[in-house]
């Protein structure tokens, strides 16, 4: 109070004193002397003080009490002007606080008797008022006097007094406490407060400091007025009221808590006065039932009263706020009282202060707290706060049910006005109103009840409304929706407080102690101190333990209340506000792990996205939300969960479809329900980290929502809105467009956010997506609508934006999708899957992972896996996207994929030949890619894998073309290992090395195809196989494919292989396949294919199985042979060389004797490869073509020349290198006996196929298989190249074998269509190909024996016999069995009918049998001289066999053969009859001089008649044959006579005979007698006779007698023929005789001449007796024939008988001689 210490204050102070008391004594001077001298004298002790006293204002206050006395006495004039000069003056010495404690005294008598006489109140509250407020001397009695006068005045009949003492009182009891408070601040400094404790009984108030006791005695009779009860200390109060007390108190216990806190005395009373007192109080309300009779109780009730029940109430919201831990008994009372106010039956006036009070404890989280940890907590304790947010929530619902009393038009009125009209209405709310359009008020409306939403309070602040009406009696009226507004308020209040304590606890905690997880005592970190972390983890436990009750003490109540409201809310701002509670709740709950009331929250948000009504399985049937269906009770009464109402006013904004089974009708979707849908989206979205299982509640009501909005989703899972094409179901207003790309797009954030979700959330939502899935494919099983694909696109949402923790959910994920989705009956739910997945593939392929997949192998795998599994489902369009995908990743990965290359060739291997077209072609394509691309890029190991699935895309027959081309591929395949070899080679060593290990550790044997083979031999070896595969395809075309693939890729690149490789390819490979095709072959159906496919003609030669298999044998089988052949330095060195050999030559005789030309032909033409009759020459110098067969080259296999095998495929010094390996030194020349064994057993094949298809079938019908020409040519060319091999073996029996074969051979008859090409015209005398080949052999065979040994000679014999029967055949075609054959010049040529037995042709065998015949000859040239000739009489067998054509003659089927028979036989017998003459002692040709006889007499005088067109030109080329028969027998037989058996020489001479006469028949014309008449044959023979008849050197008696035999046989001859022409002349009479006659005639006479002669000369002593007679007895015949009439004939008598002249001239014995 410096200003009124300063010496100018105190200057002035001291002047105002003066001139105060000066004014007084001027006043009293005429009625009241003794003040007028008691006022002067003051003056004087006034001066007096300020002159003697340095500290003026001290002195004063010393003497205060006479300094004061006269304006005392002024007052006690009670003259109004002088009593208002003299308060005014005290006033002015309190304010300056010059007044004692005496002095106050008597100021306060002086103004209480001013007080009794009620004069100048207002100066007197005043005077009181400063007197208190200036200082604090006024104590005890004083201060209750003063106290008591103030609350006198507030009774008076004044009002403005009235009101001015109760302010007055207010202020004096606030100073009193003030004084109490400013009493213990020093102590406050020395030592803290000890806090009252409860339970303390003292009443003695002597410990109390001074101030402090008048608080107390003040207080205390408060409690007694209020109570009813005489105060202790205010003694003298008349009246006082309840309402002014209880006010009273409450601004004392409002605004000095911390008094009744620190000292036990005051917290004593609090317990004992205030608390029961306040309890006595409320009971007219508690007892009060509204609207129930007073009859029925015996005593009446009291009516509550407005004024004090809220007196009361704010009291006690006071004792709740300030007091509550000292009175924590008595607060339980309270608040159930509180709580019972609400109930229905209580007036409005007093639910409405009731509301309020509550609504002032729900802005206060932390009270809360503490009741829930003094009641809820406790055992046997009231569940206080859980009565709290039921009873609102039961109080909301009961507003509901029972519409408020009194006319509700005026109470809406009122409770506009009141509340300000509706200044909160959002004029966009969006409401339409029920009648005519007129926007509301904001309003909750449930069943027909409509109650307006007022703006009470500001949000967070419990501002009253009621319990402010301090100046109201009578109960106010209560607009409507106030009640409901305040309440509304409260939950909210009730939710933003209790979330945002227990959020801002629940981050401290975590943030204090982040080594600690959630609800664990004490797990701590190493590096922590333990105690503190324990200490910190048990404090979280017991805040924890709290949180979880408060929440589960109120979440039920408060779920109730809110879903009722947002039911019934009408209004965007309130539902929201709802909304948001709920929201704020579910999130709170989750974070504490509440599970069931999170659900319930959640539950009730999502049920509110959805139509009423809305059938959704997983809302109804979550435990957590059985709420809905369970009444729970709340203080006894029964309240039942409200399910939303359908009669909302909510403005429609979309009509859709449900997501359902069954096809129901359409459901209708509200902005309010739209709202609802953003909040599930926001809670999602913000909170996805505690909805834990509630996900799935979330996403399936957000399922139902996206389908009834027609929202589909598009590529990468995002829902776009759909097209209009969803039907006419999906109706949506413009309101709705404008929102549905923003929830489409929340929707998307929503599951972006999964990103920062913990695994764990993760997982939740995964399986919550993958369950709300399964219930979709459930719903779409069995019919084919539209299913919801929203949670599949969800799927692959957040799988794609969690790629860089892909592992942990990948298996899930991935695994629903394959097991589930991929394999769902709806076509379209399948394709998302696939779609799903194979962009999961692709996202998690190109991700940027770390580390990369390069170096993770094992996550590389694990994305690549689903892929492969794609590949167990059948439905084609899942396989389409499953290779799309390959494609896609090939296109984008193919050369990172690395390890993961089984997987991807595994999935195109996987399609199998039923899947369609189009998905085998899709994974072909994939398939070529890889060929074409990336060969060079996948691990080695993989190659093997490229050539299975190449392989199993040429065995599938759905597309040839395809096959083909894999065929294709594996060619590009072999040529790409035979670039690379070296490379591949190594890195397949590597890996065998380590797979070698590995399996040697876990004790098992490596498993890999051809395992001993190394690694890249395995390679080609299963290259080959698989080829060898397609090779018995059923389809012609890839077996001819295959085939040829196979065989160039073993001739091309076959040399990489290891030596020792190569039986493995030639036994499982070669001969495999071998074994494979004859089989197929020999079984194929026989039935005729009418067209390929599409409309393909097939040739002829193609139109049965069994065709077409040949073609495939005769390719596999040639195409091993050449394989033999090329590489026989390579297999020859192997040890089953002769094994394999022998195989081989099975399968060539298999081939060759099958009954198909084309095969047996290719056989045997594989056979000559074989046997090299191409030699083997260096791969790169090899020709083209075998050369012609018959030109033998007798070949050495040993005898090759190290081959340098300088190939033209090298590309690589490695690879030269390693070629180099086979070739470093020359193969040793291999083992001649071995050689051999090969070669003979070459010959037994060549045999068996020889006998075998060349022995005549015992029965013949149409389908008889007769082999054909060109097979046998082929056969038979064999045997030449063959035999330079053996033929030191060979022996008789092998050559008695091969004629039969030959023989055979030969006999074969040709079908009649094919005659035409293989046999000549009949006219042309040329051979068949087949009779070369046979006679080439022979020639062979004969040329080998000429210069063989000795031994070999033995064989000539053979051959003759062969050559000589094909001789034969000339007059004698050979018979085929019982084959008929058609003579070939009667082969129906132009008549072949296709299905008729095909007409057999027997060959022109006359041109065959004449060149054997030229052969016999020639050879018989060379050899007959040779002993086995001689013994064997091979000339016997000639003339034998030449007899026959010789004997037929013109008979014979070809004139031809008969010339060249004579022609033979005088070539043989001009040879032979010298060695024949030779040999005439040893007998060895006796008898062929008889066979010899007889031919030539069948010859000369054959049977035959000569045809009747013969000319005279070749009937005298014929006669001159005849002659040169003759001739011969003159010059080689004849002359040599006596070695010759007579028999044989009398034939001659005989036959001689006969030749020389004439036969004559009656038929021939003359003309033709002429010719037909063999005159120079007669002639020739006459003169041989003649030549015989006499010789003039008869050297041997031999001689002799052929010349005594051949005169007697001239005689008789000459006789006969005069005597027939005797005979003849007579007869004919005028007419000449014929001219042959007549030349004969004069034959006859010259000769007779002739013979004479030569008697004559001959010694008379050689010439026989008998003979001249005979000579002599022609002479009569002679003379008889002079008559005849012939010119020429007599001048030949006159010759003849000239001669006769010596016989004339008789000797006596001649003349008897004669004449006898």
Not at 95 to 118: D, R
Not at 312 to 324: A, E, G, T
Not at 701 to 713: C, D, S
Not at 1247 to 1271: A, C, M, N, V
Request: aromatic share 6%.
């Amino acid at each position: 109070m410096s200003g009124t210490n300063s010496p100018e204050a105190v200057k002035k102070l001291l002047e105002n004193m003066q001139s105060d008391l000066r004014a007084l004594s001027l006043e009293c001077k005429k009625k009241f002397p003794p003040v007028k001298e008691a006022a002067e004298s003051g003056i004087i002790k006034v001066k007096t003080i300020a002159a003697r006293n340095t500290e003026i204002l001290a002195a004063l206050k010393e003497n205060s009490s006479e300094v004061v006395q006269p304006f005392l006495m002024g007052c006690g004039t009670k003259e109004p002007k002088i009593t208002q000069l003299c308060l005014a003056a005290i006033q002015r010495l309190m304010s300056h606080e010059v007044v004692s404690e005496t002095a106050a005294g008597n100021i306060i008598n002086m103004l209480w008797q001013l007080m009794e006489n009620s004069l100048e109140e207002l100066k007197l509250l005043q005077t009181v008022l400063v007197l208190l407020t200036t200082n604090t001397v006024v104590h005890d009695e004083a201060l209750s006097k003063a106290i008591v006068l103030c609350f006198r005045l507030h009774f008076t009949k004044d009002n403005i007094t009235n009101n001015t003492a109760a302010a007055t009182v207010r202020q004096v009891v606030t100073v009193v406490f003030e004084r109490m408070v400013a009493e213990d601040e020093p102590r406050k400094d020395m030592e803290p407060p000890v806090l009252a404790q409860g339970n303390s009984n003292r009443r003695s108030v002597s410990t109390l400091k001074p101030c402090a006791k008048d608080a107390y005695m003040l207080f205390q009779d408060l409690c007694q007025l209020v109570n009813a009860d005489a105060p202790y200390w205010l003694v003298g109060m008349t009246e006082m009221t309840r309402t002014f007390g209880l006010e009273l108190l409450e601004s004392v216990l409002n605004d000095f808590p911390q008094v009744f806190l620190q000292h036990q005395e005051f917290s004593f009373l609090l317990k004992e006065r205030v608390c029961p007192l306040v309890i006595k109080l409320f009971s007219p309300n508690i007892k009060f039932r509204q609207g129930s009779s007073t009859s029925s109780s015996p005593a009446p009730v009291e009516k509550p009263y407005f004024p004090i029940c809220m007196r009361l109430l704010r009291v006690v919201s006071v004792l709740i706020k300030q007091f509550y831990s000292l009175l924590v008994t008595e607060c339980e009372i309270f608040l159930s009282l509180l709580v019972k106010f609400l109930d229905a039956d209580k007036p409005q006036w007093l639910r409405a202060v009731a509301v309020e009070s509550i609504h002032r404890l729900c802005v206060q989280p932390q009270l809360l707290r503490s009741f829930c940890q003094s009641y809820d907590m406790k055992q046997h304790s009231t569940k206080v706060f859980r009565d709290i947010v039921n009873a609102l929530g039961s109080f909301i619902q009961s507003l509901f049910l029972v519409p408020p009393t009194g006319n509700t038009a005026t109470a809406n009125q009122a409770g506009n006005n009141n509340a300000g009209g509706p200044a909160s209405a959002p004029t966009s709310s969006g409401v339409v109103g029920i009648g005519g359009g007129a926007t509301l008020l904001p309003a909750f409306e449930y069943r027909g009840t409509w109650i307006p939403i007022l703006t009470v309070t500001v949000q967070g602040s419990a501002k009253a409304t009621y319990l402010e009406m301090l100046d109201k009696v009578e109960p106010p009226t209560i607009p409507e929706g106030y009640a409901m507004s305040v309440a509304f308020h409260c939950l909210l209040d009730l939710v933003r407080g209790i979330t945002t304590m227990i959020e801002g606890e629940l981050g401290e905690a975590e943030t204090e102690c982040p080594a600690v997880p959630e609800g664990a005592n004490s797990q701590s970190s190493e590096h922590q101190d333990v105690q503190s972390v324990s200490d910190q983890a048990d404090k979280e436990t017991v805040s924890r333990a709290v949180w979880e009750e408060m929440v589960s003490a109120c979440w039920c109540g408060l779920l109730a209340a809110l879903s009722l409201l947002l039911d019934a809310s009408t209004d965007e701002a309130a539902t929201e506000n709802i909304l948001k509670a709920e929201l704020t709740m579910a999130a709170l709950c989750g974070r504490l792990s509440l599970v069931t009331s999170r659900d319930a929250f959640i539950t009730a948000i999502c049920k509110g996205s959805l139509p009423p009504h809305y059938a959704l399985t997983v809302l109804n049937a979550t435990t957590a939300a059985t709420l809905s269906n369970k009444s729970y009770s709340i203080q006894g009464h029964s309240v039942m969960m409200i399910s939303p109402s359908s009669e909302s006013h909510q403005q429609v904004v979309a009509v859709g479809q449900p997501l359902a089974v069954q096809p129901q009708g359409t459901v209708m979707l509200t902005s309010k329900n739209i709202q609802c849908m953003r909040t599930l989206l926001n809670l999602a979205h913000c909170h996805g980290a505690v909805l834990g299982t509630s996900w799935q509640l979330v996403l399936a009501t957000l399922q139902h929502l996206v389908w009834i909005l027609g929202l589909k989703p598009s590529g990468g899972g995002a829902l776009k809105p759909g097209r209009a094409v969803e039907g006419p179901s999906t109706v949506l207003t413009t309101a709705v467009m404008a929102d549905l790309p923003v929830i489409s797009n929340i929707l998307s954030r929503l599951f972006e956010s999964s990103q920062y979700l913990d695994d764990v959330s993760l997982h939740h939502l995964i399986n919550a997506l993958c369950s709300l899935s399964l219930e979709a494919m459930d719903m779409a099983y069995g019919n084919n609508k539209e299913p919801s694909l929203f949670a599949v696109a969800k799927l692959l949402e957040t799988g794609l934006v969690n790629m860089h923790r892909i592992e942990i959910l990948w298996r899930p994920l991935t695994g629903h999708l394959l097991e589930k989705v991929c394999q769902h009956p709806n076509s379209r739910m399948r394709e998302w899957g696939a779609e799903a997945l194979t962009s999961l593939i692709r996202a998690g392929l190109t991700f940027n992972h770390e580390p990369p997949l390069s170096q993770n192998q094992r996550l590389q795998l694990l994305l690549l896996n689903p892929l492969k599994e794609m590949s167990s489902i059948n439905h084609p369009d899942i396989r389409l996207k499953q290779l799309e995908c390959v494609l896609q990743i090939l296109q984008s990965q193919g050369d990172s994929l690395g390890p993961g290359w089984p997987l991807v060739l595994g999935v195109m291997g996987a399609i199998r030949n039923d899947q369609g077209e189009s998905l085998i072609r899709t994974a072909f394509q994939c398939l070529q890619l890889v060929v074409t691309d990336f060969l060079p890029t996948m691990p080695c190991s993989c190659l093997q894998i490229v050539v299975d699935v190449a392989g199993s895309f040429g065995l599938h027959n759905q597309e040839l073309n395809i096959s083909l081309t894999s065929i294709g591929l594996l060619w590009n395949i072999s040529d790409y290992f035979f670039q690379r070899g070296e490379t591949i080679e190594k890195e397949l060593n590597k890996d065998e090395a380590v797979q070698q290990k590995q399996a040697e550790e876990k004790g098992v044997p490596l498993n890999r195809p051809f395992h001993p083979a190394p690694p890249f031999d395995c390679l080609w070896l299963c290259l080959y196989a698989k080829l060898g595969e397609l090779c018995v395809d059923p389809r012609p075309a890839v077996r001819k494919s295959a085939g040829q693939t196979l065989f160039s890729t073993i001739g091309a690149h076959g040399t990489l292989l290891q030596h020792s490789t190569w039986p493995t390819v030639i036994w499982k490979v070669l001969f495999h396949l071998l074994d494979r095709v004859r089989e197929s072959s020999t079984t194929a159906d026989k039935e005729k294919i009418e067209s390929g496919g599409g409309n393909i003609l097939i040739h002829h030669s193609r139109d049965t199985a069994e065709k077409q298999w040949a073609e495939t044998w005769v390719l596999t089988l040639a195409g091993v042979a050449r394989i033999f052949n090329t590489r026989r330095y390579l297999l020859q060195p192997l040890g089953d060389f002769s094994r394999a050999w022998d195989v081989l030559l099975d399968h060539i005789q298999s081939a060759a004797l099958s009954k198909n030309n084309e095969v047996s032909l290719a056989a045997l033409k594989s056979f000559q490869e074989i046997l090299q009759i191409v030699s083997p020459v260096r791969d790169s110098e090899k020709p083209e073509t075998p050369p012609v067969v018959n030109v033998p080259m007798p070949v050495l296999i040993g005898s090759i020349a190290g081959p340098g095998l300088n190939r033209p495929f090298v590309r690589t010094d490695s690879v030269g290198e390693k070629l180099g390996r086979y070739s470093s030194e020359p193969p040793a020349v291999t083992d001649e006996l071995e050689d051999l064994n090969l070669w003979w057993a070459a010959w037994n094949t060549w045999y068996r196929i020889g006998s075998e298809s060349t022995k005549p079938p015992i029965t013949f019908d149409k389908l008889t298989f007769i082999p054909s020409q060109p097979f046998l040519t082929a056969l038979i060319q064999i045997f030449p190249a063959l035999y330079q091999h053996i033929k030191a073996g060979f022996n008789m029996d092998d050559l008695q074998k091969l004629g039969v074969i030959l023989h055979s051979a030969v006999s074969v008859p040709i079908s009649s269509d094919a005659s035409p090409f293989i046999l000549p015209s009949y006219t042309e005398a040329v051979l068949t190909s087949l009779q070369e080949a046979v006679l080439t052999a022979l020639d062979v065979l004969q040329k080998a024996i000429c210069v063989g040994p000795e031994s070999m000679q033995t064989m000539y014999p053979a051959v003759f016999d062969q050559l000589l029967a094909f001789v034969e055949f000339s007059c004698k075609p050979p018979q085929y069995g019982q084959l008929e054959t058609k003579h070939i010049a009667n082969a129906k040529y132009n008549q072949i009918q296709l299905f008729a037995p095909a007409e057999w042709v027997a060959l022109n065998y006359v041109p065959f049998a004449e060149r054997s015949l030229e052969v016999v000859v020639d050879l018989y040239q060379k050899t007959a001289c040779h002993k086995a000739v001689v013994s064997e009489k091979v000339l016997q067998s000639i003339i034998k066999t030449l007899r026959v054509p010789l004997s037929l003659k013109y008979s014979c089927p070809s004139e031809s053969t008969w010339k060249l028979a004579v022609a033979s036989l005088l070539k043989v017998l001009s040879i032979g009859l010298p060695v024949a003459r030779q040999h005439a002692a040893s007998g060895k040709f006796d008898s062929m001089w008889p066979e010899l006889a007889s031919t030539l007499e069948d010859f000369l005088f054959t049977k035959s008649i000569p045809p009747d067109n013969l000319s005279i030109q070749e009937f005298q080329r014929n006669e001159s044959i005849d002659v040169e028969v003759v001739q011969l027998i003159s010059a080689e037989i004849l002359p040599y006579a006596n070695l010759i058996p007579k028999a044989f020489v009398g034939q001659m001479m005989t036959m001689l005979n006969r030749g020389s006469i004439h036969s004559q028949s009656s038929s021939f014309t003359e003309a033709e007698i002429d010719i037909r008449l063999r005159e120079e044959f007669s002639k020739m023979c006459f003169e041989t006779l003649l030549r015989f008849s006499f010789s003039n050197k008869v050297t041997t008696p031999q001689e002799g007698y052929i010349s005594r035999m051949a005169l007697s046989v001239l005689l008789r001859r000459s006789q006969d023929v005069l005597r027939r022409y005797i005979e003849d002349e007579r007869l004919s009479g005028k007419c000449p005789l014929p001219r042959q006659q007549v030349t004969e005639i004069i034959f006859v006479l010259k000769a007779v001449s002739t013979l004479i002669d030569s008697l004559k000369k001959t010694q008379p002593e050689n010439v026989d007796g008998n003979t001249w007679a005979q000579v002599i007895a022609l002479y009569p015949t002679l003379v008889e024939c002079i008559t005849c009439s012939s010119s020429e004939v007599c001048s030949a008598l006159k010759e003849a008988l000239v001669p006769f002249k010596d016989f004339m001239q008789p000797p006596a014995s001649q003349v008897q001689n004669g004449e006898s």
